[in-house]
């Protein structure tokens, strides 16, 4: 089974989910000093093909938590008072991602933009290429955990097992360790 993770996060407005591990310590978000973190899925909402992409998301199931294959890394708050730049390695059949980080509206909110996938074969079988939109949220919880939520648009869509409307959006909730 083909394990698609999209570790690039896209914003979908809806609040963010907490889970167990993630309760705040007290630190102050701003201290946040940036590094490498293994991403975890924890949740698919999928707006577009009847859960179809739950199992390409999840492939154990939505109730089991879904490492992602590529580790992230994400930059000090300190730095990101501005757009910065992140490049996060996405898993086949996906491809490497440029995309910004910034601060958000409140402390401890990080935004990141500008991330998309052009001619993505979906499903390994050139039935369906799709071009993606994504957008996420995350929340520093403490130096070593964050989480987060992703949002992805589907911009257009072509082939034979592919009619996905424009617009169409998944949501994909995930938390991060710091990797050891």
């Known amino acids: 089974?083909?394990?698609?993770?999209?570790?690039?996060?896209?914003?979908?407005?809806?609040?963010?989910?907490?889970?167990?591990?993630?309760?705040?310590?007290?630190?102050?978000?701003?201290?946040?000093?940036?590094?490498t973190?293994?991403?975890?899925?924890?949740?698919?909402?999928?707006?577009?093909?009847?859960?179809?992409?739950?199992?390409?998301?999840?492939?154990?199931?939505?109730e089991t938590p879904t490492e992602w294959e590529h580790p992230i890394s994400i930059p000090p708050w300190s730095e990101m008072a501005t757009r910065v730049p992140l490049t996060i390695q996405l898993q086949d059949p996906f491809?490497?991602?440029?995309?910004?980080?910034?601060?958000?509206?409140?402390?401890?909110?990080?935004?990141?933009?500008g991330g998309d996938q052009q001619s993505v074969d979906l499903f390994g079988d050139e039935t369906c290429f799709v071009d993606l939109n994504i957008t996420a949220t995350l929340v520093i919880i403490n130096n070593n955990n964050l989480t987060g939520d992703a949002t992805l648009v589907f911009a257009d869509s072509t082939g034979m097992n592919c009619n996905f409307e424009?617009?169409?959006?998944?949501?994909?909730?995930?938390t991060a360790a710091r990797k050891p």
Do not use: H, W
């Open 1 to 35: 089974m083909i394990r698609i993770l999209i570790p690039a996060l896209l914003i979908s407005g809806c609040a963010l989910k907490e889970y167990e591990g993630s309760e705040d310590t007290g630190s102050d978000p701003t201290d946040f000093t940036g590094g």
């Open 37 to 62: 973190f293994i991403m975890t899925s924890q949740g698919v909402e999928d707006g577009c093909a009847d859960s179809a992409f739950e199992t390409l998301l999840m492939p154990e199931g939505v």
């Open 95 to 113: 491809s490497e991602m440029d995309a910004f980080v910034v601060q958000g509206d409140k402390p401890g909110i990080i935004e990141m933009t």
């Open 166 to 174: 424009p617009g169409c959006e998944m949501s994909l909730d995930f």
